[in-house]
Structures are given as C-alpha cells and as structure tokens.
T-cell receptor, first 115, second 113 residues
Framework: DTEVTQTPKHLVMGMTNKKSLKCEQHMGHRAMYWYKQKAKKPPELMFVYSYEKLSINESVPSRFSPECPNSSLLNLHLHALQPEDSALYLC??????????????FGQGTRLTVV | EDQVTQSPEALRLQEGESSSLNCSYTVSGLRGLFWYRQDPGKGPEFLFTLYSAGEEKEKERLKATLTKKESFLHITAPKPEDSATYLCAVQARLTSGTYKYIFGTGTRLKVLA
C-alpha cells in the first residue's frame, strides 16, 4: 500500500478564515512533505518533516503553519491567506530524508481557492 | 546550482506513435532520479526510480533510462490513456545532510486516438 490520504479534496476560504489541511500515511514513512503547485508548474517544496521534526522550511510565509502530531499525520494550518495562495497543495511521504534513493509518494492534493 | 530541465514542454502523438521524453539534470552528486505521472488536478503518481548511469526500468509501455547527465522516458505504442504530464525529479543533498526533491517543469503528453 503506497497511499497518502489528504483531506479535504477541495477547500474555498475567505482571506480572514482559519482552516487546516490534513495528510495521513500508514507506510511507516518517517519523512513527510508539503508542496504547493500552481497550474502548469512543477510542485514547489514548502516544508519537510523528518522524524516528526521540522527540517526544512523553504522561506514560507508565516500564514502557513505546519504541524506533525505523530509519524503518520501532517497538518497545514492556514490563516489570513491571499488570493495568490490559491493552488493545489500536495502532501508526500518517503522512508527517510537522511538517505538517498528513496522515492516520495504523493497524495491526491487539496485544491485550495482563496476568495 | 542544482537544476532539472525537461523537454519538450508539450507533445502530441497519434495512438501507436512511439516517442521519448527527456530530462537533463545538473546536481552535485546524483542520489536518485524519479519519474512521475500526473493527471490534471491530481497528485503525482510514482513510476520509476533510477539510481545509476546505465540503469533501465520498464512498466507496461514505459521504459526509463539514465545516463550521467540525462534520463529518457520512452513511450512505446502509446494509448490515449497515457495522456498526462510526466514529471522528472532528482534528489539533492543539502548542507544539513537531508535531501530534497527538485522537480522539472514536466512534459504534457497528449495521445490522440
């Protein structure tokens, strides 16, 4: 089973709202990722968690706040977003980040629209 | 600077017309090269991992190869259901000792019946 589950699939939120995206995997992977993808562009890395600790933050604005409650779950808390933050948000996981040759598996994404 | 470039940007093929997609990379010490398929509005679906030059992997109508500077995804006798965006990614090692994946811009493939 190589499944990464993301909820919700679609989300529309106002600029003053607070919402959260959720991601879950049961593959025993110890690295989890958040990516942002705009139309016809490749995924852009936002955050990496390794063994439930934040290891990479790609200079993401503070209106995006990641959280990793345990090794299977990853959240992305959203607050005071801008319309330009509308995108497909992808969660991924891999066995580890400290070694090479480990492929990442992606969820189906959350289509976020900020109005 | 670590970089991944894919070509062509878009490709239209007739059903059964074989072709190849290219992924060229510059990375300090390749640790792995990955191919993904992405359908519109969906997450990337993992296809192949290639570790070293000369390696080849096959899956149905797809075959991925790797040299020291580029990778090819060969599509033999494609069908309309092969239409998708194909993404190439490499693993780059950071100074912290962790790795991140760098994606190319993808090739949008359309196979016509």
């Amino acid at each position: 089973d190589t499944e990464v589950t993301q909820t919700p699939k679609h989300l529309v939120m106002g600029m003053t709202n607070k919402k959260s995206l959720k991601c879950e995997q049961h593959m025993g992977h110890r690295a989890m990722y958040w990516y942002k993808q705009k139309a016809k562009k490749p995924p852009e890395l936002m955050f990496v968690y390794s063994y439930e600790k934040l290891s990479i933050n790609e200079s993401v604005p503070s209106r995006f706040s990641p959280e990793c409650p345990n090794s299977s779950l990853l959240n992305l808390h959203l607050h005071a977003l801008q319309p330009e933050d509308s995108a497909l948000y992808l969660c991924a996981s891999s066995r580890r980040t400290g070694t090479a040759n480990t492929e990442a598996f992606f969820g189906q994404g959350t289509r976020l629209t900020v109005v | 600077e670590d970089q991944v470039t894919q070509s062509p940007e878009a490709l239209r093929l007739q059903e059964g017309e074989s072709s190849s997609l290219n992924c060229s990379y510059t990375v300090s010490g390749l640790r792995g090269l990955f191919w993904y398929r992405q359908d519109p509005g969906k997450g990337p679906e993992f296809l192949f991992t290639l570790y070293s030059a000369g390696e080849e992997k096959e899956k149905e109508r797809l075959k991925a190869t790797l040299t020291k500077k580029e990778s090819f995804l060969h599509i033999t006798a494609p069908k309309p259901e092969d239409s998708a965006t194909y993404l190439c990614a490499v693993q780059a090692r950071l100074t912290s000792g962790t790795y991140k994946y760098i994606f190319g811009t993808g090739t949008r493939l359309k196979v016509l019946a």
